[in-house]
């Protein structure tokens, strides 16, 4: 499997491509943060490989983190976002 970890322009955007997300992974935490602030929207979510949809697996609750509704990442677990980067 090949993953990209960096930022790439894709038709004058820029995207974050497979990014580890930051936050506590115990079983229990749900809250996660991106290292950049992302379009609202514009935001996919894998979780060991399978891709999470908003609003069912999970909430957008800032502009650089989300929330996960039915799962809680355990120490094994991998949690990689995909996400348009807003530029200030």
């Known amino acids: 499997m090949i993953v990209l970890r960096r930022i790439v322009p894709i038709d004058g955007a820029n995207i974050a491509v497979a990014r580890e997300l930051s936050g506590t992974v115990n079983g229990a935490n749900k809250v996660f943060t991106t290292p950049h602030n ?51």
Not at 43 to 59: A, E, K, R, V
């Open 38 to 88: 992302y379009k609202s929207g514009r935001i996919s979510i894998q979780y060991n490989g399978q891709s999470l949809h908003s609003p069912d697996d999970f909430l957008e609750t800032g502009s650089n983190q989300i929330t996960l509704i039915s799962v809680a990442p355990r120490i094994d677990d991998i949690l990689r976002a995909t996400y348009e980067i807003t530029l200030v």
